[in-house]
């Protein structure tokens, strides 16, 4: 499976739309902060110096850290907007800004592709399954010829969110050797990926202090302009006194947003109903209801955000306000209104109710926004969607029956459908029916980017489980090979030992990785009992003995790799034996000929490992004789 940048431009661009949507939605009514943006902007535009040898260099990065909902993001949206005034070329990035925003190396790809058309390198070609220290070589070697003609600036927001491997928790992924003419401003919740980077010479921690009062007010200010309303002094007198055992409640610019916004909902028709009796002109009696609401605000965001629950499920339904919550949590990226008009009724148990959902829309204005070419709603902040989930028990249907009426939905849309093509296998997976998600799986009528979506999904699962360890999640995968259905079973097998094993094979540990090799041999060997003739079960069998060595081999257990190389061998003297003119097989061969040769010279055994290579030699010729004009034969041969 080899994806060049070129084939992936549609993708790499809807990355980019969602990051600037992203970075727009946070950076929208920015206030204060100057102290910060100031730094973060020297830094930025300092100008590059040559080091001595003797000397420690100046600062190139900063990483600016800060509490959930501190506004890191913000500031991430707010120096990307400045910067964009500038003459740099910049690679930014958001690793919460989509579900493929959390992979180092889509990151990495995507930027190579950038800076490779800025650079005028035209496309450059990087194989799925590559060793992604080429794809960092292939960064850092770019990132430097782009710093040898103009300012580079690289920002990333939630540094700590990448995929939980040792390149994401350590920033392996950055270049050891860092271009003078290159700056990096990344944010992040304090400890892990950060204090990796801050370790780093040349880097410094910014921690993101609460706001400032005149901040805050800053922002009230903003937001009500926006709203086109106006708070009354002593409204804004009592968000200003809300207080709890850390501080002002204000000093944290979420928990500030998500007030005005509930203050904003009393001032709608929609809650006209909920709105109590008071005394006085319409006015006097809004600024009642709204004093009364900022005193019953709960301090932290947690709890504020489900206040916004409950008044969802007394305005409205508590079966539908818990299905539009729960599908919201359930989702990775968000969804259109038209997969709420097919799932909430389904989740909810009542009828499709257009004015309702409006409702619905205006309640969590705070909380959700709508994002992306596909018009996505989602939760803002995972401080909204961890406070969600937390009131799945009040929905009519458990958690993996959620799931599945999602995957279920998904597979009514188009083959095409984005949401079908990336989420699917994800819900099926979350679901616990492994039956459906490997029938799934191994469907022969998936398309290209169907089963590279499931794929995807797959390799996630261990890459970054949700929770438990990446074994742990290859052993529920493995389950998918447990289908009662011999074409299925073997469907699956096949796709997991090469599109599986090449998307998810050099990010995880080697022994994650065995254990889905060794189940994949494992069903191979059950099918063939059975149909001890199927030539093509035989060649993947021959296959999984192959990648088994390699892996063996990566962990020193070299006569355990050795006997795994030769059963593969075995395999493909019989099928040559039997098929003498299938080139493929011919090729198959010459590699077993080829591993067994170089781990016996490893071993010292170098009368075998002789034997082994003229072998492998012999067939290499026959089948450069039946194609002269093969480059890479002739060139084999020439070796």
Known sequence: ??????????????????????????????????????????????????????????????????????????????????????????????????????????????????????????????????DPEIVERAFASLLVRMASKRRVVVLIDAIDQFKKTSRGKFTAWLPRLWPINARLVATGLAGGASKALSERSGVETL?????????????????????????????????????????????????????????????????????????????????????????????????????????????????????????????????????FRQLLPQVGGEAWDQKRFATLRNLFRGQIHQHGDLALLDFNHSQARAAARSRLAALRVTNPELHLLIADHLLTLA?????????????????????????????????????????????????????????????????????????????VAERLLFSFDDAAGRHVSSDVRLIVLNAVEQTFRELLRDEPGNAGWQRNLSVAHDRVGDVLVAQGKLPEALTSFREGLAIREKLTGTDSDNAGLQHDLSISYEKIGDLLAVQGKLDEALDSIRKQLAVVERLANGDPDNADLQSEISL
Request: aromatic share 4%; proline share 6%.
């Open 1 to 130: 499976m080899s994806v060049s940048v070129s084939s992936t431009i549609e993708e790499m661009q809807a990355e980019r739309n969602a990051l600037q949507s992203f970075a727009d939605d946070r950076a929208r009514d920015f206030v204060g902060r100057q102290s910060v943006l100031s730094r973060v902007t020297d830094l930025c535009l300092s100008p590059a110096k040559e080091l001595s040898p003797t000397k420690e260099g100046p600062p190139w990065g900063i990483c600016i850290t800060g509490d959930p909902g501190s506004g890191k993001s913000a500031v991430f949206g707010e120096v990307l907007r400045r910067l964009k005034e500038t003459d740099a070329f910049i690679l930014a990035h958001a690793a919460e800004a989509t579900p493929q925003a959390s992979s180092i190396d889509a990151m990495l790809r995507r930027w190579i592709a950038e800076l490779g058309s800025a650079l005028g390198a035209g496309d450059i070609d990087l194989a799925a399954n590559i």
């Open 207 to 339: 921690a993101l202090p609460p706001l400032e009062s005149s901040e805050a007010e800053g922002i009230i200010e903003a937001v009500c302009k926006r709203n086109e309303r106006k708070l009354a002094a002593p409204v804004i007198d009592a968000l200003l006194a809300k207080k709890h055992a850390g501080g002002p409640a204000w000093g944290n610019p979420l928990w500030l947003l998500l007030a005005l916004e509930e203050l904003e909902l009393l001032d709608s028709s929609d809650l006209a109903d909920m709105r109590r009796e008071y005394a006085g002109s319409s006015e006097e009696r809004l600024r009642s209801a709204m004093l009364d609401a900022v005193g019953a605000m709960p301090a932290d965001i947690p709890l504020l955000c489900r206040a916004t629950f409950d008044s969802a499920a007394q305005l409205l339904s508590p079966a539908i306000a818990a299905a539009f919550i729960g599908l919201l949590s359930a989702g990775r990226t968000g969804w259109r209104e038209s997969d």
């Open 415 to 491: 083959p095409d459908d984005r949401l079908r093509v990336t989420e699917t296998m994800v819900h099926l997976l979350a679901s616990k029916d492994e039956v459906r998600a490997a029938r799934h799986y191994g469907d022969p009528s998936l398309g290209e980017k169907e089963l590279q979506g499931a794929t995807y999904a797959l390799a996630d699962a261990i890459v970054s489980p949700a929770t438990g360890t990446p074994a742990s999640a290859a052993r529920e995968i493995c389950r998918l090979l447990q289908n009662p259905d011999h074409s299925v079973r073997a469907r």
